[in-house]
């Protein structure tokens, strides 16, 4: 399984980005895919999460009205849109994919992409 981020950069403040994650090598049921993000001395928390089936949604406080987490069944690729980015969305922006078989569970990271907002 592989996992490939892109669209990160530098920003300024107020401005956009959108994130891709685009799997490959998948041979299970995705459960669900979701965006982390690590800034420098902090823990890595939860963005955004979508699931499969019914494409449910959920967003960390911090984002919600400004992120916007969407999938692309066919291509398995997710995309995190960011609007009205701020400083502190500055961080390394990782690629989640969760999923089953009917004996194992899988759980796949991306290398992750950098995402610098400058105010």
């Known amino acids: 399984v592989q996992l490939v981020e892109s669209g990160g950069g530098l920003v300024q403040a107020g401005g956009s980005l959108r994130l891709s994650c685009a799997a490959s090598?998948?041979?299970?049921?995705?459960?669900?895919m979701a965006w982390y993000r690590q800034a420098p001395g902090k823990q890595r928390e939860l963005v955004a999460v979508?699931?499969?089936?019914?494409?449910?949604?959920n967003y960390a406080d911090s984002v919600k009205g400004r992120f916007t987490i969407s999938r692309d069944n066919v291509k398995t690729t997710m995309y995190l849109q960011m609007n009205s980015l701020k400083s502190e969305d500055t961080a390394m922006y990782y690629c989640?994919?969760?999923?089953?078989?009917?004996?194992?569970?899988?759980?796949?990271w991306g290398q992750g992409t950098q995402v610098t907002v400058s105010s």
């Open positions: 989640d994919v969760i999923g089953t078989t009917r004996t194992r569970k899988y759980d796949y």
């Open positions: 090598g998948i041979t299970f049921s995705i459960n669900a």
């Open positions: 979508v699931t499969s089936g019914g494409g449910s949604t």
